[in-house]
Protein backbone atom coordinates (compact mmCIF):
# COMPACT_ATOMS: atom_id res chain seq x y z
CA UNK A 1 0.00 0.00 0.00
CA UNK A 2 2.93 2.27 0.77
CA UNK A 3 4.56 1.67 -2.31
CA UNK A 4 1.38 2.42 -4.33
CA UNK A 5 1.04 5.49 -2.69
CA UNK A 6 4.65 6.68 -3.33
CA UNK A 7 3.81 5.64 -6.79
CA UNK A 8 1.09 7.43 -7.07
CA UNK A 9 2.94 10.79 -5.32
CA UNK A 10 5.56 10.69 -7.84
CA UNK A 11 3.29 10.55 -10.96
CA UNK A 12 1.37 13.61 -9.34
CA UNK A 13 4.52 15.93 -9.03
CA UNK A 14 5.65 14.34 -12.10
CA UNK A 15 2.58 15.94 -13.83
CA UNK A 16 2.35 19.25 -12.19
CA UNK A 17 6.05 19.33 -12.93
CA UNK A 18 5.69 18.86 -16.83
CA UNK A 19 2.74 21.31 -16.66
CA UNK A 20 4.86 24.04 -15.26
CA UNK A 21 7.50 23.23 -17.31
CA UNK A 22 4.28 23.97 -20.53
CA UNK A 23 3.71 27.04 -19.27
CA UNK A 24 6.98 29.03 -18.91
CA UNK A 25 7.14 27.70 -22.11
CA UNK A 26 4.08 28.80 -23.30
CA UNK A 27 4.89 32.49 -21.50
CA UNK A 28 8.12 32.04 -23.30
CA UNK A 29 6.70 31.95 -26.63
CA UNK A 30 4.61 35.48 -26.05
CA UNK A 31 8.00 38.06 -25.26
CA UNK A 32 10.10 39.43 -27.57
CA UNK A 33 12.78 39.48 -29.18
CA UNK A 34 15.53 42.02 -27.06
CA UNK A 35 13.27 42.46 -24.36
CA UNK A 36 13.63 45.81 -22.47
CA UNK A 37 16.06 45.13 -19.04
CA UNK A 38 13.06 44.74 -16.74
CA UNK A 39 11.90 41.92 -18.64
CA UNK A 40 15.20 40.19 -18.96
CA UNK A 41 15.63 40.46 -15.06
CA UNK A 42 12.16 38.77 -15.10
CA UNK A 43 13.25 35.79 -17.08
CA UNK A 44 16.73 35.67 -15.26
CA UNK A 45 15.70 32.99 -12.51
CA UNK A 46 14.26 30.74 -15.70
CA UNK A 47 17.86 30.95 -17.38
CA UNK A 48 19.85 29.71 -14.72
CA UNK A 49 16.97 27.14 -13.30
CA UNK A 50 16.60 25.72 -16.71
CA UNK A 51 20.55 24.50 -17.55
CA UNK A 52 20.85 22.79 -13.98
CA UNK A 53 22.02 19.14 -14.39
CA UNK A 54 18.88 18.16 -12.57
CA UNK A 55 16.70 19.43 -15.61
CA UNK A 56 19.28 18.34 -18.14
CA UNK A 57 19.41 14.69 -16.81
CA UNK A 58 15.98 14.24 -15.89
CA UNK A 59 14.47 10.24 -16.76
CA UNK A 60 11.42 11.60 -17.93
CA UNK A 61 11.44 12.19 -21.83
CA UNK A 62 8.63 14.70 -21.94
CA UNK A 63 10.49 16.82 -19.06
CA UNK A 64 13.54 17.14 -21.33
CA UNK A 65 11.59 18.02 -24.10
CA UNK A 66 9.86 20.85 -22.46
CA UNK A 67 12.63 22.39 -20.99
CA UNK A 68 14.52 21.84 -24.58
CA UNK A 69 11.89 23.99 -25.77
CA UNK A 70 12.27 26.66 -23.21
CA UNK A 71 16.20 26.89 -23.63
CA UNK A 72 15.19 27.27 -27.02
CA UNK A 73 12.76 29.99 -26.58
CA UNK A 74 15.17 31.89 -24.08
CA UNK A 75 17.91 31.20 -27.72
CA UNK A 76 15.45 33.08 -29.88
CA UNK A 77 14.42 36.18 -27.09
CA UNK A 78 18.20 36.76 -25.99
CA UNK A 79 19.39 36.75 -29.82
CA UNK A 80 21.86 37.80 -31.19
CA UNK A 81 23.48 37.27 -27.64
CA UNK A 82 23.77 34.05 -26.47
CA UNK A 83 21.84 33.51 -23.22
CA UNK A 84 24.96 30.77 -21.59
CA UNK A 85 28.22 30.80 -21.50
CA UNK A 86 30.38 28.95 -24.66
CA UNK A 87 30.61 25.30 -22.54
CA UNK A 88 26.74 25.69 -21.50
CA UNK A 89 25.75 26.45 -24.86
CA UNK A 90 27.19 23.72 -26.39
CA UNK A 91 25.83 21.05 -23.42
CA UNK A 92 22.50 22.42 -24.42
CA UNK A 93 23.05 22.20 -28.20
CA UNK A 94 23.65 18.20 -27.77
CA UNK A 95 20.95 17.71 -24.99
CA UNK A 96 18.43 19.19 -27.53
CA UNK A 97 20.10 17.18 -30.66
CA UNK A 98 19.21 14.04 -28.28
CA UNK A 99 16.47 15.17 -27.23
CA UNK A 100 14.84 15.69 -30.64
CA UNK A 101 16.26 12.67 -31.81
CA UNK A 102 14.68 10.65 -29.27
CA UNK A 103 11.20 12.34 -30.11
Known amino acids: MVRQSIKHNF ?5 IFSFTLQQVESCLSRVEQSPIDSM ?4 S ?5 LIADKLLRHSDDDVKVAVAS ?4 ITRIT ?7 DDQMKV ?3 FSTTVYEWT
Open 11 to 15: VIVHI
Open 40 to 43: QNAL
Open 45 to 49: PSLKA
Open 70 to 73: CISE
Open 79 to 85: APEAPYD
Open 92 to 94: FMI
